[in-house]
């Protein structure tokens, strides 16, 4: 059912609601104060990034003077064109779906000042909130590229490009259970989405190819053979 009816629904926001209430009905607990999620226009986007209605790029104040340089703090190996941003009077700046521009410039919960952040990204996170009505806090998004060399060489098992470093990746805490939060990603986000499993957080990541879920630590077998089943059953690979 899922695969012969992705794509429809995938472009149907309310009909991707309804279906994602079926199947998480019983899993929920009680809803917060999250808002019913609208119908999005499907403007600003490629054929394999996720569509978001928000500005790309988003509306904050853009570093100025900021080493940004190949090998330097706040180089982008990735090159995605998604600029750093000046955050240090703008970390409460709503960004939709009950999130702010500091949300997504934390290190372990650690406040950096600046960073770069892809409305993809929010999209993403912010279906999720609506969809699932379950509690997210970022614990890490937007990692420099200095910082990310750090806990690579530390072996804290960071990719050497990784997607923190473009603003399109985010290590979220959530009490969901991985089939609820793995089945909420790929529909909301799309097929397109890298997925994380440890047992502190999950990663999200927002890209332009699909990958399959992966682990941090082999005690999350059972968990990421879970959200491996989910992308099979929403993806159809
Ligand atoms: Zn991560």
Redo the contacts with the bound molecule.
């Keep these: 059912m899922f695969v012969r009816h992705r794509a429809r629904t995938l472009q149907n926001p309310l009909l991707l609601s309804s279906l994602l209430g079926v199947l998480l009905a019983g899993c929920t607990t009680t809803p917060t104060q999250m808002p019913v999620p609208q119908p999005m226009p499907r403007t600003s986007t490629t054929a394999t990034e996720l569509p978001t209605s928000l500005p790309l790029p988003l509306p904050l104040p853009k570093a100025l003077g900021q080493p940004e340089g190949p090998g330097e703090t706040y180089f982008d190996p990735n090159r995605t064109g998604v600029p750093l941003f000046d955050l240090r009077a703008h970390a409460k700046q709503p960004l939709g779906g009950g999130l702010v521009a500091g949300d997504f410039a934390r290190n372990n919960n650690a406040l950096v000042p600046y960073a770069r952040i892809d409305a993809r990204l929010v999209e993403c996170l912010a279906r999720i909130r609506a969809t699932t009505r379950r509690k997210m806090t970022v614990l ?1 998004g937007y990692r420099s590229f200095r910082h990310n060399e750090a806990i690579r060489r530390a072996g804290e098992g960071a990719a050497k490009s ?3 470093i473009s603003g399109k ?3 979220v805490v959530s009490m969901m259970p991985v089939e609820q939060f793995a089945i909420a990603t790929y529909l909301e986000c799309g097929c397109n989405t890298g997925l ?1 499993i440890s047992p502190r ?1 999950y ?3 927002v890209r332009t190819y699909p990958v399959t879920p992966w682990g941090y630590g082999r005690s999350q077998a059972s968990r990421l053979a879970i959200a491996r089943r989910v992308q099979r059953n929403v993806c159809g690979n």
């Design positions: 890490s990784s997607f923190h990746a985010a290590d994380g957080f990663h999200i990541d």
